[in-house]
């Protein structure tokens, strides 16, 4: 089975720049988070959706925006990018919040911002 | 709001010893998840250990065991006969068992295995 798949695996951006990261979660998985990995940190919660609609989002500007598809995977955008937003953008899916196993993590996208 | 504090920046043992990584986590919550996550330098965060809160038994997967102290808000995380393979970044994270599926990570303990 394919495990969850991220798109790009690297990227590099200007400031003021749009950008748009992808995530295919394993197969069965309905559940989709996002995660931000500032160098030298733990990963920092973006949004969770489920079934196609948002069930948490973190301490993160408007600018950050995402969507998942019917097919479950999902889109995480960032417009008006900044230098800060340099980042690990981690992906995460599972099949349901009850009695969580764990989630699955993708290999994640590099953001670099310049 | 939950915090998760991982004190040991890094951390190192020899090949084939025991060793153990701490992590602290404020909570109000009386339901909740911990977990352990390895990151080796591929990026890729895998699932270690997780641990129910409502559990009092301390979970263990083959090498990796922890000591769950729900008091004492406290959820180590033991690493018996280290391998080479176990070098890499360690975080520490809790769920809560209501509302969404955020996971709040700790800073996280880099562990270099000494061959």
């Known amino acids: 089975d394919a495990g969850v798949t991220q798109s790009p695996t690297h990227l590099i951006k200007t400031r003021g720049q749009q950008v748009t990261l992808r995530c295919s979660p394993i197969?069965?998985?309905?559940?989709v988070s996002w995660y931000q990995q500032v160098l030298g940190q733990g990963p920092q919660f973006i949004f969770q959706?489920?079934?196609?609609?948002?069930?948490g989002r973190g301490n993160f500007p408007d600018r950050f925006s995402a969507r998942q598809f019917p097919n479950y995977s999902s889109e995480l955008n960032v417009n008006a990018l900044l230098l800060g937003d340099s980042a690990l953008y981690l992906c995460?899916?599972?099949?349901?919040?009850?009695?969580?196993?764990?989630?699955?993590f993708g290999s994640g996208t590099r953001l670099t911002v310049v | 709001a939950q915090t998760v504090t991982q004190s040991q920046p890094e951390m190192s043992v020899q090949e084939a010893e025991t060793v153990t990584l701490s992590c602290t986590y404020d909570?109000?919550?009386?339901?909740?998840?911990l977990f352990w996550y390895k990151q080796p330098p591929s990026r890729q965060m895998i699932l270690v250990i997780r641990?129910?809160?409502?559990?009092?038994q301390n979970a263990t997967e083959n090498r990796f065991s922890v000591n769950f102290q729900k008091a004492a808000k406290s959820f180590s995380l033991k690493i018996s006969d280290s391998q080479l393979g176990d070098a890499a970044m360690y975080f520490c994270?809790?769920?809560?068992?209501?509302?969404?599926?955020?996971?709040?990570f700790g800073t996280g303990t880099r562990l270099t295995i000494i061959p």
């Open positions: 995460a899916s599972s099949l349901a919040r009850d009695r969580p196993y764990g989630y699955t």
């Open positions: 197969s069965g998985h309905k559940s």
């Open positions: 959706y489920y079934e196609k609609e948002e069930r």
């Open positions: 909570t109000s919550e009386s339901d909740y998840y």
């Open positions: 641990q129910e809160a409502y559990k009092q």
């Open positions: 994270a809790y769920r809560s068992n209501f509302g969404n599926e955020k996971l709040t």
